[in-house]
């Protein structure tokens, strides 16, 4: 397994119900790529340990709920470190479209992040039902508004993974296959790369071990 040092973001994904203290106080701010791969479309995946809020990406993908007040967990993080205009364009957002559904995230400036843009992406809570195909249609719409946002760079994080519920494995395995069909059905699509970052070491595990059970080490 390849581990490569790289200037990327670290956020992890928790709901917007969460008010603890997300990042351990040593939390060393450096992201690190652990894995990379490359398709044949030339569009590459990478896993990245670190903050999501220090990427240098075009777009960060938010863990939102469909209200989009961002007041715990990851939206939190991000509205904080992004300055007030993420929480007022997300207010404008709602009033003007209503609430966010799985299929359809909605997006705002990234403010202050150095993301451009911030993709508010709503999935599924853990025994609400159908989570799975909800979880996918999330990541695809993600990837489809960064496509529209003309996009070449694209972080997310492990979503609905934190308070709601959902199993790691489970998730880590849907988020791979529906990047690799989104790069095989849309080759010719402006994204050249997607993180997915995380932070904590539980989930790190998980998804190294999907990884290296999909694409190998």
């Not at 917007?16 to 450096?30: A, K, T, V, Y």
């Not at 007040?69 to 205009?85: E, K, L, S």
């Not at 039902?129 to 993600?142: C, H, M, P, Q, R």
């Not at 959902?166 to 296959?177: E, L, Q, T, V």
């Amino acid at each position: 397994m390849r581990r490569l040092s790289a200037s990327t973001t670290f956020r992890y994904r928790i709901p917007q119900f969460h008010r603890e203290p997300i990042l351990p106080i040593d939390f060393d701010p450096m992201n690190t790529v652990l894995v990379e791969k490359r398709f044949l479309s030339d569009q590459t995946i990478q896993i990245v340990e670190g903050d999501i809020t220090i990427e240098e990406v075009d777009a960060i993908v938010n863990a939102a709920n469909e209200y989009l007040q961002h007041g715990g967990g990851v939206a939190r993080t991000i509205a904080r470190q992004g300055g007030p205009a993420i929480q007022k364009e997300s207010e404008a957002w709602i009033q003007e479209h209503g609430h966010v559904s799985h299929t359809h995230p909605a997006w705002t400036s990234g403010g202050r992040l150095p993301a451009k843009y911030v993709i508010h992406a709503v999935g599924p809570i853990w025994g609400d039902g159908d989570e799975d195909n909800k979880l996918e249609a999330a990541v695809t719409g993600s990837l489809q508004v960064a496509d529209e946002l003309k996009c070449a760079s694209l972080a997310l994080p492990a979503i609905s993974t934190g308070i709601f519920g959902f199993p790691k494995d489970r998730a880590a395995g849907i988020i791979f296959s529906t990047i690799e069909r989104y790069f095989a059905k849309n080759s010719s699509s402006g994204l050249r790369i997607i993180k997915l970052v995380l932070y904590d070491q539980p989930t790190v595990d998980v998804f190294l071990k999907s990884w290296q059970e999909k694409w190998g080490p």
